[in-house]
């Protein structure tokens, strides 16, 4: 299994440009998140989704889009971008039931926005 | 929302045993306690997971008191390798998945 894969793995954008972050898991997992970290911060929550066709927000949704159109795959959009996303962003995946808090993570995709 | 309170940093020395508290007193009944281990410039790996009592892996273990509003990681005989951040989540399994991460420990392992 290759896992969560992310792709791509740098990217630079300039503002107001608009991209797609791929995430895929061959995991089977029905749960599928999107984080994002800042230097020297945490992780915080972007959107979620516990399967195909369902999606919700977490802590910081605003400026992303989500969609959930197979188990496997988990884009995360971001429409206009703007210098304050620029962060680091993980996408996770897991179980859904009561052990769903293991997460599998991907290697991380990295945004400037300039 | 359970929320959880871990120290900012820590530091030690190769060989000895650390431990790392978390407190998450709005656990809910379902919640299960989990830690991560995040290396820079890596995504989180999942280390030990529990709901009462101790749990013990090849990794590390977990000890979680009868009132579960605070855990313990332990790591011991440290290395160098183990220089991380370390987070603590308390999980609302029956909520569909929203795991909010905290601000995490910073283990600084010394020679």
């Known amino acids: 299994n290759a896992g969560v894969t992310q792709t791509p793995k740098f990217q630079v954008l300039k503002t107001g440009q608009s991209m797609t972050l791929q995430c895929a898991q061959d995991m089977n997992h029905e749960y599928m998140s999107w984080y994002r970290q800042d230097p020297g911060m945490g992780l915080r929550l972007i959107h979620y989704?516990?399967?195909?066709?369902?999606?919700d927000q977490g802590e910081v949704p605003n400026g992303y889009n989500v969609s959930r159109s197979t188990t496997e795959d988990f884009p995360l959009r971001l429409l206009s971008a703007a210098p304050s996303q620029t962060s680091v962003y993980f996408c996770a995946s897991s179980y859904v039931g009561r052990r769903q808090e293991t997460q599998y993570f991907g290697p991380g995709t990295r945004l400037l926005v300039l | 929302l359970a929320k959880t309170t871990q120290p900012i940093s820590m530091d030690s020395y190769e060989g000895q045993e650390v431990n790392i508290t978390c407190s998450h007193n709005?656990?809910?009944?379902?919640?299960?306690i989990t830690w991560y281990q995040q290396f820079p410039s890596q995504g989180p790996r999942f280390i030990i997971q529990?709901?009462?009592t101790k749990v013990t892996n090849e990794v590390a273990s977990l000890f979680i008191p009868a009132d579960r509003k605070s855990s313990t990681l332990s790591l011991p005989r440290v290395s160098l390798s183990d220089t991380a951040v370390y987070y603590c989540?308390?999980?609302?399994?029956?909520?569909?998945?929203?795991?909010?991460f905290g601000q995490g420990t910073e283990l600084s392992v010394k020679p």
């Open positions: 709005n656990i809910a009944t379902n919640d299960y």
């Open positions: 529990g709901y009462k």
């Open positions: 989540l308390v999980g609302e399994g029956d909520q569909g998945g929203k795991l909010i």
């Open positions: 989704s516990v399967g195909a066709g369902i999606t």
